[in-house]
């Protein structure tokens, strides 16, 4: 009875020994995190008996439960090393997964990203040339303004000799009768002279119409362009403003992720960098471009407030023409039947001294033939000189007709010098503060 409880024990010895070989094994085996879990000190101890290498049925008893608590006690450490395992292919999964994150970024959100930065670029070299574009119709705009004031006091100077002209027909016209009728020879040429230099100055006065007409197009349609510059602007804005919400979205996303390597760290932040300082760069651009815009844009309205005030004042300028016109045009008619009245009245002289030198070449037959032809020939002369008075009195109305038509024009000179040289004198005194602060700003 006694060997068979030596050999019982000593088989259960063994056991023990064997098992706890295997626990170091597997806690070898488990990795770092394995090895906290350390065998409690708690487990008795075997305790021969006094009687030497001879067990108990005692010891055997406590043998049999030590044994049981380690069943127990290494139940409890697989669990724990499946717990563990499970937490360790968890975080395998979550840093696969952000690498995946990673990489995507990389193939995708930083390609993307540079290719908004050139399209970026592009649109602020389109919105540049845009610019300079403006600058030069604007350039080309002051100097056809003062081409036409150079030819407005070309026209005025050639008024003045016009009038001055005139005046000396009409003084010579108003000297005498005869020496009228004598000057009046050589008037249709002038008269057909003054009618083309009307023409003339009409046709300019024409073109220039339509020079500002052509102005006027083409300031709406700069201004239909300024416009399309402050939509592309507020795009660039937007599309800024999304760039820069990106680069702080990678920024939390790259914070976030503790677990990358140094390199890819330091690459990203890197581009980063240069992302913000590209981002910054345009911003600049932008804001200059946004100051010349409005630069631009409060010059297009000044000259567009003073066109518009130049065509009210040139409205009312031919209002006033017209009027004047109409009252020419009665006083012309009323001129020209009281000049008919008169040549009929001169008719009908003409016609009774006829008659009385007839009756009395009758009554006075006894009168010699030479004073005969000398009554012929005064009746003849004083016919001749009704013609010529009603000739001098059509060609003197004529003359106070083309005398109201170049006053017409030279107060239509006069209202354009008003109102066009106050807008010209600004245009030079802006180009001389232009060249006097450097380079025309558009580069």
């Not at 016009?162 to 005869?178: P, T, Y």
């Not at 031919?318 to 006083?331: F, H, I, L, Y």
Request: glycine share 4%; proline share 1%.
């Amino acid at each position: 009875m006694d060997a068979h409880h030596a050999s019982l024990g000593r088989r259960t010895l063994e056991e023990i020994r064997q098992k706890r070989a295997a626990e170091r094994i597997s806690k070898v085996s488990s990795g770092s995190d394995l090895t906290k879990a350390s065998i409690p000190s708690d487990i008795p101890v075997i305790r021969k008996s006094e009687s030497g290498n001879r067990l108990s049925e005692a010891d055997v008893s406590g043998l049999v439960s030590q044994l049981k608590d380690l069943q127990q006690k290494n139940a409890e450490l697989e669990d724990n090393n499946k717990i563990l395992s499970l937490k360790l292919q968890g975080k395998e999964a979550e840093f696969e997964t952000l690498q995946s994150r990673f990489n995507e970024l990389e193939q995708n959100t930083v390609p993307s990203l540079r290719k908004a930065l050139k399209d970026v670029a592009m649109e602020k070299d389109a919105a540049v040339v845009a610019r300079e574009d403006l600058s030069a119709q604007l350039r080309m705009l002051k100097k056809r303004l003062k081409e036409a004031e150079e030819e407005q006091y070309r026209a005025e100077e050639d008024a003045a000799s016009l009038r001055a002209e005139l005046n000396s027909m009409q003084q010579q016209a108003m000297n005498s009768a005869f020496g009228g009728i004598n000057s009046m020879g050589s008037s249709p040429d002038q008269v057909q002279a003054l009618e083309k230099e009307l023409a003339r100055l009409k046709s300019e006065l024409q073109q220039e119409s339509l020079l500002r007409q052509q102005e006027r197009r083409q300031l709406a349609e700069e201004q239909a362009r300024v416009s399309s510059l402050t939509s592309e602007k507020q795009e660039l804005e937007e599309r800024l403003t999304s760039i820069s919400q990106r680069g702080s979205e990678v920024v939390s996303e790259k914070a976030s992720r503790k677990e990358f390597s140094v390199e890819d760290k330091e690459k990203l932040e890197k581009q980063l960098h240069d992302l913000a300082v590209a981002v910054e760069r345009l911003e600049s651009s932008r804001q200059k471009l946004l100051m010349e815009i409005d630069n631009q844009s409060s010059e297009i309205e000044r000259l567009f407030e003073e066109n518009s005030n130049l065509s009210s004042s040139y409205q009312e300028a031919m209002n006033t023409a017209t009027r004047w016109e109409n009252q020419v045009k009665d006083c012309l008619k009323q001129n020209e039947e009281l000049r008919r009245v008169l040549d009929n009245l001169r008719t009908e002289q003409a016609s009774l001294l006829s008659t009385n030198g007839s009756l009395m070449l009758h009554k006075g037959g006894a009168i010699e033939t030479g004073s005969q032809a000398n009554t012929t020939e005064i009746l003849s002369l004083k016919g001749q000189l009704v013609q010529e008075q009603s000739r001098a009195d059509s060609l003197s109305a004529e003359v106070l007709q083309l005398s109201a038509r170049l006053q017409q024009a030279t107060q239509a000179y006069n209202s354009l010098a008003r109102i066009y040289k106050p807008v010209l004198r600004n245009i030079e005194s802006s180009l001389i503060k232009m060249k006097q602060d450097g380079s025309v700003t558009v580069q």
